[in-house]
C-alpha cells in the first residue's frame, strides 16, 4: 500500500522555539493532506485541512498563527508549532489522500516541549 | 451531534476467541466511507478495512469482518481467533462525500487480548 512518512518522530524542544515536522507521500501523490492531534489515550482531532498549492483550512479553535500549515508539493506538507508551550505536547500524525479512497496515515510525531 | 460512536471505551477478551467493536454513526450523506484501524502502543494507524455505503457485501480482510447494518446505522468491527497483538486501540472512522474530505473518528475502543 502507499507510503506516508513524518519526520522526525520524536522532538523535544525548548517552551518558546518553533518545531517542524514534515509529512512526505513517499509513493503517490497526495492533492489532500489532513493534520491531526491526539492526547493520550484519546481520538483524533483534526486541526487542518490542506491542498497541494493552497491555504490550509483549519478547524474551529486550531490557532493558524500557532500551527502554520505548508503543502508546498504533492508529496510534502510541514506543520510548524511556532512559539511552542507545554501544552503543545501531543502526539501529531498526518494523513495523505490521493486519488483512491483511502487516507493514508504517517507514523506520528511525538512533540515534547519542556 | 456525536457522528461516530464508539460506546466500548475498554474491552477483554480471551486469545482465540471472537469479539465485536462496536460502532454506530450518523449522516445525511448517501456517499459516505467508513473505516476501521488499528492503533497500538507504538501510535502509528494501521488501516482494517472499508465499507463503502453502496457496497452490498459485507466487508472482510482476513481476520477482519465489517458487520454492516446501513438502516441501523452500525459498522462493527469484528475479529476472529484474537491474537496477543491484537491488543490495541481500535478506531472506527466515517468520510462522507468526496475524497477530500476528512476522516471523522470515534473516541475510540481499547482491546486487551488475554492469554
Known amino acids: 500500500g502507499a507510503v506516508v512518512s513524518q519526520h522526525p518522530s520524536r522532538v523535544i524542544c525548548k517552551s518558546g522555539t518553533s518545531v517542524k515536522i514534515e509529512c512526505r507521500s513517499l509513493d503517490f501523490q497526495a492533492t489532500t493532506m489532513f493534520w491531526y492531534r491526539q492526547f493520550p489515550k484519546k481520538s483524533l482531532m483534526l486541526m487542518a485541512t490542506s491542498n497541494e498549492g493552497s491555504k490550509a483550512t483549519y478547524e474551529q479553535g486550531v490557532e493558524k498563527d500557532k500551527f502554520l500549515i505548508n503543502h508546498a508539493s504533492l508529496t510534502l506538507s510541514t506543520l510548524t508549532v511556532t512559539s511552542a508551550h507545554p501544552e503543545d505536547s501531543s502526539f501529531y500524525i498526518c494523513?495523505?489522500?490521493?486519488?483512491?479512497?483511502?487516507?493514508?496515515f504517517g507514523p506520528g510525531t511525538r512533540l515534547t516541549v519542556t | 451531534a456525536q457522528k461516530i460512536t464508539q460506546t466500548q471505551p475498554g474491552m477483554f477478551v480471551q486469545e482465540k476467541e471472537a469479539v465485536t467493536l462496536d460502532c454506530t454513526y450518523d449522516?445525511?450523506?448517501?456517499?459516505?466511507?467508513l473505516f476501521w484501524y488499528k492503533q497500538p502502543s507504538s501510535g502509528e494507524m494501521i488501516f482494517l478495512i472499508y465499507q463503502g455505503s453502496y457496497d452490498q457485501q459485507n466487508a472482510t480482510e482476513g481476520r477482519y469482518s465489517l458487520n454492516f447494518q446501513k438502516a441501523r446505522k452500525s459498522a462493527n468491527l469484528v475479529i476472529s481467533a484474537s491474537q496477543l497483538g491484537d491488543s490495541a486501540m481500535y478506531f472506527c472512522?466515517?468520510?462522507?462525500?468526496?475524497?477530500?474530505?476528512?476522516?471523522?473518528f470515534g473516541k475510540g475502543t481499547r482491546l486487551l487480548v488475554k492469554p
Open positions: 472512522a466515517m468520510r462522507e462525500g468526496g475524497q477530500g474530505f476528512s476522516f471523522i
Open positions: 494523513s495523505a489522500t490521493g486519488t483512491s479512497y483511502e487516507q493514508y
Open positions: 449522516t445525511s450523506d448517501p456517499s459516505y466511507g
